[in-house]
Protein backbone atom coordinates (compact mmCIF):
# COMPACT_ATOMS: atom_id res chain seq x y z
CA UNK A 1 0.00 0.00 0.00
CA UNK A 2 1.47 3.14 -0.84
CA UNK A 3 2.32 5.71 1.95
CA UNK A 4 0.07 8.04 3.53
CA UNK A 5 0.60 11.75 2.23
CA UNK A 6 -0.70 12.89 5.69
CA UNK A 7 -0.74 11.28 9.30
CA UNK A 8 -2.46 13.07 12.21
CA UNK A 9 -0.43 12.59 15.66
CA UNK A 10 -2.28 12.77 19.19
CA UNK A 11 0.09 14.38 21.50
CA UNK A 12 0.03 12.01 24.36
CA UNK A 13 2.42 13.55 27.06
CA UNK A 14 0.07 15.76 29.09
CA UNK A 15 -1.81 12.69 30.13
CA UNK A 16 -0.19 9.18 29.38
CA UNK A 17 3.39 10.48 29.34
CA UNK A 18 3.49 12.44 32.90
CA UNK A 19 0.60 10.20 34.63
CA UNK A 20 3.56 7.37 34.36
CA UNK A 21 6.24 10.07 35.58
CA UNK A 22 6.77 9.25 39.38
CA UNK A 23 7.09 12.62 40.57
CA UNK A 24 3.93 15.43 40.61
CA UNK A 25 4.50 17.84 37.69
CA UNK A 26 3.51 21.20 38.72
CA UNK A 27 0.25 22.38 37.56
CA UNK A 28 2.18 26.21 35.98
CA UNK A 29 4.11 23.11 33.80
CA UNK A 30 1.33 20.82 32.54
CA UNK A 31 -0.47 23.91 31.38
CA UNK A 32 2.42 25.24 29.55
CA UNK A 33 3.16 21.93 27.78
CA UNK A 34 -0.24 21.92 26.57
CA UNK A 35 -0.38 25.45 25.38
CA UNK A 36 3.24 24.49 23.46
CA UNK A 37 2.18 21.58 22.08
CA UNK A 38 -1.26 23.30 20.46
CA UNK A 39 1.40 26.16 19.38
CA UNK A 40 3.51 23.65 17.75
CA UNK A 41 0.51 22.49 15.74
CA UNK A 42 -0.78 19.29 16.75
CA UNK A 43 -3.91 18.82 16.09
CA UNK A 44 -5.26 16.74 18.60
CA UNK A 45 -3.50 16.77 22.65
CA UNK A 46 -3.75 14.27 25.50
CA UNK A 47 -4.59 17.00 28.13
CA UNK A 48 -5.69 15.29 31.12
CA UNK A 49 -7.03 12.26 32.79
CA UNK A 50 -10.57 12.66 35.24
CA UNK A 51 -9.60 9.41 37.29
CA UNK A 52 -9.43 9.48 41.09
CA UNK A 53 -6.74 11.11 42.63
CA UNK A 54 -6.61 8.39 44.94
CA UNK A 55 -5.58 6.32 42.02
CA UNK A 56 -3.93 8.71 39.99
CA UNK A 57 -2.60 11.51 42.01
CA UNK A 58 -0.36 12.64 39.26
CA UNK A 59 -3.21 13.90 37.34
CA UNK A 60 -4.88 15.28 40.02
CA UNK A 61 -4.99 18.73 38.48
CA UNK A 62 -7.32 18.08 35.55
CA UNK A 63 -9.34 20.12 35.77
CA UNK A 64 -7.19 22.97 36.83
CA UNK A 65 -5.19 22.39 33.80
CA UNK A 66 -8.23 22.17 31.69
CA UNK A 67 -9.08 25.41 32.48
CA UNK A 68 -6.28 27.19 32.50
CA UNK A 69 -4.83 26.34 28.93
CA UNK A 70 -5.47 28.71 26.10
CA UNK A 71 -7.72 27.02 23.65
CA UNK A 72 -6.08 27.02 20.20
CA UNK A 73 -9.12 26.76 18.38
CA UNK A 74 -9.67 23.98 15.91
CA UNK A 75 -7.24 21.94 18.25
CA UNK A 76 -8.82 18.51 19.67
CA UNK A 77 -8.63 18.44 23.73
CA UNK A 78 -9.17 15.10 25.29
CA UNK A 79 -9.27 13.96 28.37
CA UNK A 80 -9.47 10.40 29.83
CA UNK A 81 -12.68 9.56 31.72
CA UNK A 82 -12.93 6.13 33.03
CA UNK A 83 -16.48 6.59 34.66
CA UNK A 84 -19.87 9.11 34.65
CA UNK A 85 -17.90 10.84 37.26
CA UNK A 86 -15.10 11.30 35.13
CA UNK A 87 -17.37 12.62 32.32
CA UNK A 88 -18.94 15.00 34.22
CA UNK A 89 -15.25 16.47 34.99
CA UNK A 90 -14.90 16.37 31.28
CA UNK A 91 -18.46 18.13 30.79
CA UNK A 92 -17.19 20.67 33.58
CA UNK A 93 -13.32 21.34 31.50
CA UNK A 94 -15.11 21.41 27.95
CA UNK A 95 -13.27 18.78 26.82
CA UNK A 96 -13.32 18.25 23.07
CA UNK A 97 -13.17 14.35 23.59
CA UNK A 98 -13.14 11.95 25.99
CA UNK A 99 -11.28 8.32 26.39
CA UNK A 100 -12.72 5.33 27.43
CA UNK A 101 -10.40 2.41 27.49
CA UNK A 102 -10.72 -1.30 27.81
CA UNK A 103 -8.08 -4.09 27.64
CA UNK A 104 -7.34 -6.56 24.86
CA UNK A 105 -6.24 -9.38 27.65
CA UNK A 106 -8.71 -10.90 29.60
CA UNK A 107 -5.91 -11.57 32.50
CA UNK A 108 -5.25 -7.65 32.74
CA UNK A 109 -8.82 -6.80 32.69
CA UNK A 110 -9.20 -8.86 35.60
CA UNK A 111 -6.12 -7.94 37.20
CA UNK A 112 -6.30 -4.21 36.91
CA UNK A 113 -10.26 -3.78 37.18
CA UNK A 114 -11.72 -7.10 38.51
CA UNK A 115 -13.83 -7.81 35.76
CA UNK A 116 -14.01 -9.35 32.00
CA UNK A 117 -13.51 -7.33 29.03
CA UNK A 118 -16.88 -7.55 28.00
CA UNK A 119 -18.15 -6.18 31.21
CA UNK A 120 -15.32 -3.79 31.43
CA UNK A 121 -16.47 -2.27 28.16
CA UNK A 122 -20.08 -2.30 29.06
CA UNK A 123 -19.64 -0.55 32.00
CA UNK A 124 -18.61 2.75 29.34
CA UNK A 125 -21.77 2.12 27.41
CA UNK A 126 -23.38 5.27 29.43
CA UNK A 127 -20.30 7.02 29.50
CA UNK A 128 -20.00 7.27 25.85
CA UNK A 129 -24.11 7.55 24.93
CA UNK A 130 -24.18 10.67 27.77
CA UNK A 131 -20.79 12.08 25.70
CA UNK A 132 -21.91 11.86 22.26
CA UNK A 133 -25.54 13.36 23.48
CA UNK A 134 -23.14 16.35 24.71
CA UNK A 135 -21.28 16.38 21.34
CA UNK A 136 -18.20 15.16 22.27
CA UNK A 137 -16.41 12.98 20.01
CA UNK A 138 -15.39 9.64 21.97
CA UNK A 139 -11.96 7.78 21.52
CA UNK A 140 -12.13 3.85 22.47
CA UNK A 141 -8.44 2.62 23.37
CA UNK A 142 -7.69 -0.62 23.09
CA UNK A 143 -4.60 -1.44 25.58
CA UNK A 144 -2.22 -4.77 25.67
CA UNK A 145 -3.44 -4.70 22.05
CA UNK A 146 0.28 -6.81 21.27
CA UNK A 147 1.09 -8.19 24.10
CA UNK A 148 -0.07 -8.39 28.10
CA UNK A 149 2.11 -8.18 30.81
CA UNK A 150 0.75 -10.85 32.74
CA UNK A 151 -1.07 -13.31 30.01
CA UNK A 152 2.02 -12.48 27.26
CA UNK A 153 0.37 -12.98 23.98
CA UNK A 154 -3.35 -11.60 23.10
CA UNK A 155 -5.06 -13.01 20.29
CA UNK A 156 -6.00 -10.70 17.43
CA UNK A 157 -9.51 -12.33 17.60
CA UNK A 158 -9.85 -10.28 21.46
CA UNK A 159 -8.52 -7.29 19.74
CA UNK A 160 -11.08 -7.27 16.99
CA UNK A 161 -13.62 -8.05 19.57
CA UNK A 162 -12.79 -4.90 21.54
CA UNK A 163 -12.73 -2.55 18.17
CA UNK A 164 -16.41 -4.05 17.39
CA UNK A 165 -17.27 -3.43 20.83
CA UNK A 166 -15.88 0.22 20.90
CA UNK A 167 -17.72 0.51 17.32
CA UNK A 168 -21.23 -0.19 18.79
CA UNK A 169 -20.70 2.55 21.27
CA UNK A 170 -20.21 4.67 18.53
CA UNK A 171 -16.56 5.41 18.97
CA UNK A 172 -15.30 8.12 16.49
CA UNK A 173 -11.42 7.24 16.61
CA UNK A 174 -10.19 3.42 18.24
CA UNK A 175 -6.14 3.40 19.02
CA UNK A 176 -4.96 -0.22 19.00
CA UNK A 177 -2.38 0.52 21.60
CA UNK A 178 0.87 -1.69 22.51
CA UNK A 179 0.82 -0.31 26.05
CA UNK A 180 4.04 -2.80 27.00
CA UNK A 181 6.00 -2.29 23.39
CA UNK A 182 6.31 -6.03 22.35
CA UNK A 183 5.02 -6.03 19.24
CA UNK A 184 7.08 -6.48 16.10
CA UNK A 185 6.57 -5.26 12.77
CA UNK A 186 4.35 -8.29 11.00
CA UNK A 187 2.11 -8.96 14.32
CA UNK A 188 1.07 -5.38 14.01
CA UNK A 189 0.20 -5.66 10.32
CA UNK A 190 -1.59 -8.42 11.02
CA UNK A 191 -3.61 -6.85 14.04
CA UNK A 192 -4.30 -3.72 12.21
CA UNK A 193 -5.39 -5.67 9.00
CA UNK A 194 -7.56 -7.82 10.83
CA UNK A 195 -9.48 -4.14 12.56
CA UNK A 196 -9.25 -2.60 9.45
CA UNK A 197 -11.78 -5.50 8.29
CA UNK A 198 -14.29 -4.09 10.88
CA UNK A 199 -13.18 -0.76 11.11
CA UNK A 200 -12.73 1.74 8.53
CA UNK A 201 -8.90 2.44 8.86
CA UNK A 202 -9.29 6.29 8.75
CA UNK A 203 -10.86 6.38 12.05
CA UNK A 204 -7.76 3.71 13.68
CA UNK A 205 -4.80 4.79 15.36
CA UNK A 206 -1.63 2.91 16.25
CA UNK A 207 -0.47 3.82 19.94
CA UNK A 208 3.25 2.10 20.36
CA UNK A 209 5.17 2.35 23.56
CA UNK A 210 9.23 1.89 22.30
CA UNK A 211 9.52 -0.28 25.48
CA UNK A 212 11.81 -2.59 22.98
CA UNK A 213 12.41 -0.28 20.99
CA UNK A 214 10.66 -1.39 18.40
CA UNK A 215 7.76 1.59 17.98
CA UNK A 216 9.00 3.11 14.78
CA UNK A 217 9.69 -0.20 12.77
CA UNK A 218 6.07 -0.55 14.32
CA UNK A 219 4.81 2.82 13.28
CA UNK A 220 6.39 1.85 9.48
CA UNK A 221 4.64 -1.20 9.04
CA UNK A 222 0.97 0.23 10.20
CA UNK A 223 1.64 3.13 7.83
CA UNK A 224 1.97 0.75 5.35
CA UNK A 225 -1.19 -0.83 6.44
CA UNK A 226 -3.28 2.19 5.74
CA UNK A 227 -3.25 4.17 9.21
CA UNK A 228 -2.59 7.46 9.42
CA UNK A 229 -3.45 8.52 13.17
CA UNK A 230 -0.25 7.95 15.55
CA UNK A 231 0.10 8.89 19.36
CA UNK A 232 3.06 9.75 20.63
CA UNK A 233 4.69 11.54 23.73
CA UNK A 234 7.47 14.35 23.12
CA UNK A 235 11.02 13.17 24.54
CA UNK A 236 9.24 9.71 25.12
CA UNK A 237 7.68 11.76 28.16
CA UNK A 238 6.31 8.81 30.67
CA UNK A 239 7.79 5.49 31.80
CA UNK A 240 7.08 1.66 31.55
CA UNK A 241 4.75 0.54 34.62
CA UNK A 242 6.13 -2.97 34.12
CA UNK A 243 9.54 -2.81 33.66
CA UNK A 244 11.10 0.09 36.04
CA UNK A 245 13.56 2.55 34.10
CA UNK A 246 12.21 1.25 30.73
CA UNK A 247 11.04 3.58 28.15
CA UNK A 248 7.27 4.55 27.52
CA UNK A 249 5.70 6.41 24.78
CA UNK A 250 7.48 6.09 21.36
CA UNK A 251 9.29 10.23 21.59
CA UNK A 252 7.23 12.31 19.30
CA UNK A 253 10.79 13.92 18.12
CA UNK A 254 11.47 10.62 16.68
CA UNK A 255 8.04 9.58 14.72
CA UNK A 256 8.32 13.33 13.43
CA UNK A 257 11.45 12.61 12.13
CA UNK A 258 10.46 9.44 10.04
CA UNK A 259 7.36 10.91 9.04
CA UNK A 260 9.50 13.98 7.54
CA UNK A 261 11.84 11.93 5.67
CA UNK A 262 9.20 9.76 4.63
CA UNK A 263 7.56 13.24 2.71
CA UNK A 264 4.32 12.64 5.40
CA UNK A 265 3.06 15.85 5.99
CA UNK A 266 1.48 16.53 9.87
CA UNK A 267 1.08 20.25 9.81
CA UNK A 268 3.97 20.22 13.48
CA UNK A 269 6.77 22.23 13.95
CA UNK A 270 9.48 19.61 14.36
CA UNK A 271 11.55 22.50 15.52
CA UNK A 272 9.66 23.91 18.22
CA UNK A 273 8.90 20.12 19.41
CA UNK A 274 12.87 19.68 19.79
CA UNK A 275 12.72 22.62 22.03
CA UNK A 276 9.57 21.74 24.34
CA UNK A 277 11.24 18.35 24.38
CA UNK A 278 14.45 19.82 25.87
CA UNK A 279 12.30 21.74 28.12
CA UNK A 280 10.53 19.32 29.43
CA UNK A 281 13.15 16.71 29.88
CA UNK A 282 15.43 19.92 31.98
CA UNK A 283 11.81 20.21 33.85
CA UNK A 284 12.49 16.65 35.02
CA UNK A 285 15.97 16.85 35.59
CA UNK A 286 17.31 14.34 33.00
CA UNK A 287 17.89 13.75 29.66
CA UNK A 288 15.41 13.25 27.07
CA UNK A 289 14.07 9.76 26.00
CA UNK A 290 14.25 10.89 22.24
CA UNK A 291 17.06 9.84 19.95
CA UNK A 292 16.31 12.39 17.07
CA UNK A 293 15.58 15.10 19.88
CA UNK A 294 18.84 14.66 21.59
CA UNK A 295 20.73 14.59 18.50
CA UNK A 296 19.38 17.79 17.43
CA UNK A 297 20.04 19.09 20.68
CA UNK A 298 23.97 18.13 20.93
CA UNK A 299 24.20 19.32 17.27
CA UNK A 300 22.76 22.61 18.61
CA UNK A 301 25.36 22.98 21.21
CA UNK A 302 28.32 22.04 19.38
CA UNK B 1 9.24 -8.26 -1.32
CA UNK B 2 8.69 -11.01 1.08
CA UNK B 3 11.20 -10.69 4.05
CA UNK B 4 13.95 -13.50 3.66
CA UNK B 5 13.68 -16.09 6.05
CA UNK B 6 17.39 -15.93 7.39
CA UNK B 7 19.28 -12.50 8.39
CA UNK B 8 23.42 -12.54 8.54
CA UNK B 9 24.51 -10.18 11.68
CA UNK B 10 27.94 -9.19 12.12
CA UNK B 11 28.52 -7.88 15.44
CA UNK B 12 30.41 -4.62 14.93
CA UNK B 13 30.90 -3.58 19.09
CA UNK B 14 34.62 -5.07 19.40
CA UNK B 15 35.20 -2.70 16.96
CA UNK B 16 33.62 -0.27 15.72
CA UNK B 17 31.32 0.29 19.10
CA UNK B 18 34.44 0.53 20.83
CA UNK B 19 36.42 2.69 19.16
CA UNK B 20 33.97 5.40 19.54
CA UNK B 21 33.80 4.73 23.49
CA UNK B 22 35.48 7.98 25.27
CA UNK B 23 38.00 5.47 27.80
CA UNK B 24 40.25 2.79 26.64
CA UNK B 25 38.63 -0.91 27.31
CA UNK B 26 41.02 -3.24 28.73
CA UNK B 27 42.60 -5.81 26.37
CA UNK B 28 40.81 -8.77 29.36
CA UNK B 29 37.10 -7.43 28.50
CA UNK B 30 37.99 -7.02 24.55
CA UNK B 31 38.83 -10.44 24.62
CA UNK B 32 36.18 -11.97 26.79
CA UNK B 33 33.34 -9.63 24.44
CA UNK B 34 34.89 -11.22 20.68
CA UNK B 35 34.79 -14.76 22.69
CA UNK B 36 31.14 -14.16 24.49
CA UNK B 37 29.62 -12.97 21.09
CA UNK B 38 31.42 -15.96 19.00
CA UNK B 39 30.11 -18.46 21.66
CA UNK B 40 26.31 -16.71 20.95
CA UNK B 41 26.81 -17.83 17.69
CA UNK B 42 27.19 -14.70 15.70
CA UNK B 43 28.86 -15.34 12.46
CA UNK B 44 30.93 -12.57 11.99
CA UNK B 45 32.60 -10.63 14.73
CA UNK B 46 34.21 -7.53 13.79
CA UNK B 47 36.81 -7.98 16.44
CA UNK B 48 39.47 -5.38 15.91
CA UNK B 49 41.36 -2.63 13.95
CA UNK B 50 45.05 -2.21 13.18
CA UNK B 51 44.99 1.50 12.62
CA UNK B 52 48.08 3.78 13.95
CA UNK B 53 47.17 3.88 17.74
CA UNK B 54 48.22 7.87 16.84
CA UNK B 55 44.97 8.32 15.72
CA UNK B 56 42.59 5.58 17.54
CA UNK B 57 44.43 4.65 20.56
CA UNK B 58 41.23 2.41 21.91
CA UNK B 59 42.34 0.25 19.47
CA UNK B 60 46.17 0.11 19.93
CA UNK B 61 45.75 -3.88 21.30
CA UNK B 62 44.22 -5.15 18.28
CA UNK B 63 46.99 -7.83 17.99
CA UNK B 64 46.62 -8.79 21.67
CA UNK B 65 43.16 -9.49 21.30
CA UNK B 66 43.13 -11.24 18.19
CA UNK B 67 46.43 -13.15 19.43
CA UNK B 68 44.01 -13.92 22.77
CA UNK B 69 40.99 -14.85 21.50
CA UNK B 70 39.84 -18.33 21.35
CA UNK B 71 38.41 -18.94 17.50
CA UNK B 72 35.75 -20.53 17.17
CA UNK B 73 35.15 -22.90 14.03
CA UNK B 74 33.17 -21.17 11.66
CA UNK B 75 33.39 -17.57 13.01
CA UNK B 76 34.35 -15.22 10.79
CA UNK B 77 37.16 -12.41 12.61
CA UNK B 78 36.77 -9.23 10.61
CA UNK B 79 39.95 -6.30 10.91
CA UNK B 80 39.61 -2.52 10.14
CA UNK B 81 42.78 -2.13 8.04
CA UNK B 82 43.69 1.25 6.69
CA UNK B 83 46.62 0.57 4.83
CA UNK B 84 49.35 -2.00 4.18
CA UNK B 85 50.66 -1.66 7.25
CA UNK B 86 47.38 -2.77 8.93
CA UNK B 87 47.29 -4.97 6.38
CA UNK B 88 50.48 -6.65 7.58
CA UNK B 89 48.85 -6.64 11.22
CA UNK B 90 45.90 -8.48 10.17
CA UNK B 91 47.77 -11.38 8.12
CA UNK B 92 49.96 -11.79 11.58
CA UNK B 93 46.62 -11.72 13.25
CA UNK B 94 45.49 -14.37 11.07
CA UNK B 95 42.43 -12.43 10.55
CA UNK B 96 39.37 -14.04 8.11
CA UNK B 97 38.72 -10.44 6.61
CA UNK B 98 39.66 -7.22 6.36
CA UNK B 99 37.55 -4.38 5.89
CA UNK B 100 38.63 -1.37 3.89
CA UNK B 101 36.60 1.91 3.99
CA UNK B 102 35.22 5.12 1.92
CA UNK B 103 33.46 7.73 2.05
CA UNK B 104 30.05 8.40 -0.27
CA UNK B 105 30.71 12.14 0.65
CA UNK B 106 33.25 13.99 -1.10
CA UNK B 107 33.53 16.70 1.72
CA UNK B 108 33.92 13.99 4.45
CA UNK B 109 36.85 12.37 2.39
CA UNK B 110 38.69 15.61 1.69
CA UNK B 111 37.94 16.77 5.69
CA UNK B 112 38.68 13.23 6.88
CA UNK B 113 41.60 12.35 5.17
CA UNK B 114 42.40 15.17 2.81
CA UNK B 115 42.04 13.39 -0.72
CA UNK B 116 38.94 12.89 -3.19
CA UNK B 117 36.66 9.55 -2.75
CA UNK B 118 37.78 7.97 -6.00
CA UNK B 119 41.56 8.61 -5.19
CA UNK B 120 41.24 7.22 -1.49
CA UNK B 121 39.56 3.60 -2.42
CA UNK B 122 42.34 3.85 -5.41
CA UNK B 123 44.92 3.79 -2.11
CA UNK B 124 42.71 0.29 -1.08
CA UNK B 125 43.70 -0.95 -4.50
CA UNK B 126 47.35 -2.94 -3.42
CA UNK B 127 45.40 -3.86 0.22
CA UNK B 128 42.61 -5.76 -1.25
CA UNK B 129 44.52 -7.51 -4.24
CA UNK B 130 47.76 -8.65 -1.42
CA UNK B 131 44.75 -9.62 1.14
CA UNK B 132 42.57 -11.69 -1.48
CA UNK B 133 46.19 -13.20 -2.43
CA UNK B 134 46.48 -14.29 0.77
CA UNK B 135 43.11 -16.23 1.04
CA UNK B 136 41.10 -13.41 2.92
CA UNK B 137 37.97 -11.87 2.40
CA UNK B 138 37.57 -8.20 1.95
CA UNK B 139 34.39 -6.39 2.63
CA UNK B 140 33.96 -2.45 1.61
CA UNK B 141 32.44 -0.15 3.77
CA UNK B 142 30.50 2.20 2.13
CA UNK B 143 30.37 5.35 4.94
CA UNK B 144 28.40 8.80 4.88
CA UNK B 145 25.83 6.34 2.84
CA UNK B 146 22.81 7.93 4.41
CA UNK B 147 24.04 11.64 4.95
CA UNK B 148 27.17 13.81 5.80
CA UNK B 149 28.17 15.73 8.66
CA UNK B 150 29.74 18.31 6.66
CA UNK B 151 27.49 18.75 3.36
CA UNK B 152 24.62 17.20 4.13
CA UNK B 153 23.00 15.39 1.48
CA UNK B 154 25.08 12.63 -0.24
CA UNK B 155 23.51 11.66 -3.69
CA UNK B 156 22.68 8.08 -4.45
CA UNK B 157 24.93 7.88 -7.26
CA UNK B 158 28.23 8.53 -4.95
CA UNK B 159 26.58 5.58 -3.19
CA UNK B 160 26.55 3.81 -6.25
CA UNK B 161 30.20 4.80 -7.63
CA UNK B 162 31.83 3.82 -4.67
CA UNK B 163 29.78 0.44 -4.70
CA UNK B 164 31.41 0.26 -8.33
CA UNK B 165 34.72 0.65 -6.58
CA UNK B 166 34.51 -1.90 -4.20
CA UNK B 167 33.02 -4.00 -7.10
CA UNK B 168 35.91 -3.68 -8.91
CA UNK B 169 38.59 -4.19 -5.79
CA UNK B 170 36.98 -7.86 -5.85
CA UNK B 171 34.81 -6.74 -2.31
CA UNK B 172 33.01 -10.11 -0.98
CA UNK B 173 30.63 -7.97 1.48
CA UNK B 174 29.73 -4.24 1.04
CA UNK B 175 28.12 -2.36 3.47
CA UNK B 176 25.74 0.53 2.50
CA UNK B 177 26.95 2.86 6.16
CA UNK B 178 24.79 5.19 7.58
CA UNK B 179 27.51 6.29 10.17
CA UNK B 180 25.67 9.46 11.69
CA UNK B 181 21.98 7.67 12.19
CA UNK B 182 20.38 10.23 9.84
CA UNK B 183 18.67 8.00 6.97
CA UNK B 184 14.97 7.16 7.12
CA UNK B 185 13.08 4.33 4.97
CA UNK B 186 12.40 5.96 2.05
CA UNK B 187 15.83 6.90 1.45
CA UNK B 188 17.22 3.60 2.82
CA UNK B 189 14.82 1.87 0.17
CA UNK B 190 16.11 4.23 -2.73
CA UNK B 191 19.74 3.55 -1.94
CA UNK B 192 19.49 0.01 -1.46
CA UNK B 193 17.53 -0.69 -4.72
CA UNK B 194 20.02 1.42 -6.66
CA UNK B 195 23.23 -0.31 -5.07
CA UNK B 196 21.43 -3.36 -5.75
CA UNK B 197 21.13 -3.11 -9.21
CA UNK B 198 24.71 -2.93 -9.66
CA UNK B 199 26.18 -5.52 -6.69
CA UNK B 200 24.65 -8.85 -5.89
CA UNK B 201 22.29 -7.65 -2.62
CA UNK B 202 23.26 -11.04 -1.33
CA UNK B 203 26.13 -9.44 -0.85
CA UNK B 204 24.89 -5.94 0.88
CA UNK B 205 24.88 -4.90 3.96
CA UNK B 206 23.10 -2.42 6.01
CA UNK B 207 25.05 -1.06 9.03
CA UNK B 208 22.53 2.10 10.26
CA UNK B 209 23.47 4.05 13.39
CA UNK B 210 20.43 4.71 15.92
CA UNK B 211 21.41 8.66 16.23
CA UNK B 212 18.09 9.76 15.48
CA UNK B 213 16.24 6.72 16.52
CA UNK B 214 15.61 5.29 13.03
CA UNK B 215 17.93 2.29 12.48
CA UNK B 216 15.12 -0.79 13.24
CA UNK B 217 12.79 1.14 10.88
CA UNK B 218 15.59 1.59 8.22
CA UNK B 219 16.61 -2.35 8.93
CA UNK B 220 12.67 -3.62 8.22
CA UNK B 221 12.69 -1.07 4.91
CA UNK B 222 16.12 -2.91 3.96
CA UNK B 223 14.64 -6.23 4.54
CA UNK B 224 11.77 -5.27 2.33
CA UNK B 225 14.24 -4.56 -0.46
CA UNK B 226 16.09 -7.60 -0.14
CA UNK B 227 19.30 -6.68 2.38
CA UNK B 228 19.93 -10.12 4.48
CA UNK B 229 23.48 -8.82 6.09
CA UNK B 230 23.00 -6.46 9.01
CA UNK B 231 25.30 -4.92 11.58
CA UNK B 232 24.84 -3.76 14.99
CA UNK B 233 26.12 -3.71 18.55
CA UNK B 234 25.47 -5.37 21.87
CA UNK B 235 24.01 -2.45 24.18
CA UNK B 236 24.29 -0.03 21.36
CA UNK B 237 28.03 0.38 22.33
CA UNK B 238 29.95 2.91 20.65
CA UNK B 239 28.80 6.81 21.02
CA UNK B 240 28.41 9.07 17.63
CA UNK B 241 31.80 11.66 17.38
CA UNK B 242 29.45 14.18 15.90
CA UNK B 243 27.19 14.63 18.45
CA UNK B 244 28.15 14.26 22.04
CA UNK B 245 26.23 11.80 24.01
CA UNK B 246 24.32 10.61 20.86
CA UNK B 247 23.44 6.97 19.97
CA UNK B 248 25.84 5.26 17.86
CA UNK B 249 25.30 2.05 16.41
CA UNK B 250 21.56 0.23 16.61
CA UNK B 251 21.69 -2.31 19.48
CA UNK B 252 22.10 -5.83 18.80
CA UNK B 253 19.42 -6.48 21.42
CA UNK B 254 16.71 -4.49 19.30
CA UNK B 255 17.70 -5.62 16.29
CA UNK B 256 17.11 -9.33 17.18
CA UNK B 257 14.06 -9.12 18.95
CA UNK B 258 12.85 -7.38 15.91
CA UNK B 259 13.74 -10.43 13.84
CA UNK B 260 12.43 -13.05 15.94
CA UNK B 261 8.98 -11.26 15.99
CA UNK B 262 8.96 -11.31 11.86
CA UNK B 263 10.19 -15.27 12.47
CA UNK B 264 13.79 -14.29 10.96
CA UNK B 265 16.62 -16.65 11.84
CA UNK B 266 19.88 -15.43 12.72
CA UNK B 267 21.50 -18.55 14.72
CA UNK B 268 22.36 -15.70 17.41
CA UNK B 269 21.38 -16.91 20.99
CA UNK B 270 19.44 -13.96 22.08
CA UNK B 271 19.67 -14.68 25.78
CA UNK B 272 23.19 -14.81 25.76
CA UNK B 273 23.16 -11.35 24.09
CA UNK B 274 20.99 -9.54 26.79
CA UNK B 275 23.09 -10.85 29.32
CA UNK B 276 26.34 -9.63 27.13
CA UNK B 277 24.83 -6.57 26.57
CA UNK B 278 23.95 -5.84 30.28
CA UNK B 279 27.92 -7.01 31.24
CA UNK B 280 29.50 -4.71 29.13
CA UNK B 281 27.03 -1.71 30.08
CA UNK B 282 28.37 -2.22 33.87
CA UNK B 283 31.82 -2.87 32.62
CA UNK B 284 31.29 0.81 31.20
CA UNK B 285 29.41 2.05 34.02
CA UNK B 286 26.69 3.29 32.67
CA UNK B 287 23.09 2.00 31.55
CA UNK B 288 22.96 0.18 28.14
CA UNK B 289 22.04 1.87 25.05
CA UNK B 290 19.37 -1.09 23.97
CA UNK B 291 15.81 -0.91 24.64
CA UNK B 292 14.82 -4.37 24.45
CA UNK B 293 17.87 -5.14 26.44
CA UNK B 294 17.32 -2.61 29.33
CA UNK B 295 13.80 -3.78 29.29
CA UNK B 296 14.32 -7.62 29.49
CA UNK B 297 16.77 -7.27 32.31
CA UNK B 298 14.67 -5.36 34.05
CA UNK B 299 11.51 -7.86 33.83
CA UNK B 300 14.22 -10.02 35.08
CA UNK B 301 15.19 -8.09 38.39
CA UNK B 302 11.21 -7.78 39.04
Redesign the interface.
Given at each position: MP?PSRVKIVEVSPRDGLQNEKEFVPTDIKVELVDRLSAAGFPNVEAASFVSPKWVPQMADGAEVMGRIARRPGTIYSVLTPNLKGLEGALAAKADEIVIFGAASEAFSQKNINCSIAESIARFEPVAEAARAAGLRVRGSISCALGCPYQGEVAIDSVVDVARRFQALGCDEIDVADTI?V?????VREVMSAVSAIVDPARLSGHFH?????A??N???ALETGITIFHSSVSGLGG?P??????GNV?T??VL??L????IDTGVDFDAVVDIGQWMAANLNR?GS???G??IA??R??
Amino acid sequence: MPLPSRVKIVEVSPRDGLQNEKEFVPTDIKVELVDRLSAAGFPNVEAASFVSPKWVPQMADGAEVMGRIARRPGTIYSVLTPNLKGLEGALAAKADEIVIFGAASEAFSQKNINCSIAESIARFEPVAEAARAAGLRVRGSISCALGCPYQGEVAIDSVVDVARRFQALGCDEIDVADTIGVGTPRRVREVMSAVSAIVDPARLSGHFHDTYGQALANILAALETGITIFHSSVSGLGGCPYAKGATGNVATEDVLYMLRGLDIDTGVDFDAVVDIGQWMAANLNRKGSSRAGNAIAAKRQA
